[in-house]
């Protein structure tokens, strides 16, 4: 089977960083993909790992760790504008629909 | 990445009655999908579209009840059957054309009455 874990609920404060931790435990892998989904929208994709390591695009990092089955969302510099709804997904081979954790819902105070 | 038009963006609908969703790309994308939303919720896939040939369904999801057509690279239609108030949800296309772009339509807002 495949599950993917993520936390239900975050609180951050504006300017500062926060991390959002995905576990994943799939019967393959070809892909790790952040989304972001503001409420009545549809979402928005942020960023793809396939191999180990860091991927930087601007505010966003995202990690993997393959072997850990483990990827993180990094957002630094927080906005009020962040504050959304965070999905992890993941691809278990080749052009296959993506399977999606429940979600972190983000929330960004003054 | 692909673009996708979607519509009807909203509706309300009686209990019993048929509603038929349709997604547009702006390319040709080799995979579509059908996802189902619920109030806050994630994403759950109800089918994989299949150019030419019947979706392939997801475990919980039958075609008598979410029929699909895809009748070329750029269009699909799904059909939410025999409606009750537990299908109110959002349903979302999704389009995969490249390695890294997987798009997805603004969604269908749909309240069964």
């Known amino acids: 089977g495949q599950n993917i874990d993520q936390p239900t609920e975050m609180t951050a404060t504006e300017g500062a960083i926060v991390q959002i931790n995905c576990t994943y435990q799939?019967?393959?892998?070809?892909?790790l993909f952040w989304y972001q989904q503001h409420a009545g929208e549809a979402p928005t994709f942020l960023s793809y790992?396939?191999?180990?390591g860091l991927e930087e695009k601007g505010r966003f990092s995202s990690f993997l760790s393959r072997s850990k089955g483990y990827s993180y969302l990094l957002l630094k510099e927080l906005q009020m504008k962040d504050s959304a709804s965070y999905l992890c997904?993941?691809?278990?081979?080749?052009?296959?629909?993506?399977?999606f954790g429940k979600g972190t819902r983000l929330s960004v105070i003054a | 990445s692909a673009v996708i038009s979607q519509k009807p963006s909203r509706d309300i609908c009686q209990r019993g009655t048929s509603l038929t969703i349709q997604c547009q790309v702006d390319s040709q994308v080799t995979m579509m999908f059908w996802y189902r939303q619920q109030p806050g919720q994630s994403l759950t896939l109800i089918a994989t579209a299949n150019q030419g040939s019947e979706a392939t369904y997801e475990s919980g999801f039958v075609i008598d009840k979410f029929p699909i057509s895809r009748p070329n690279l750029t269009f699909s239609t799904l059909t939410v059957s025999n409606m009750s108030p537990e299908d109110s949800s959002i349903y979302l296309c999704?389009?995969?054309?490249?390695?890294?772009?997987?798009?997805f339509g603004s969604g269908t807002r749909l309240t069964v009455v």
């Open positions: 997904a993941v691809r278990d081979k080749g052009n296959t629909p993506l399977v």
């Open positions: 999704s389009a995969s054309g490249t390695v890294t772009g997987y798009t």
């Open positions: 799939t019967s393959g892998f070809n892909g």
């Open positions: 790992n396939v191999l180990d």
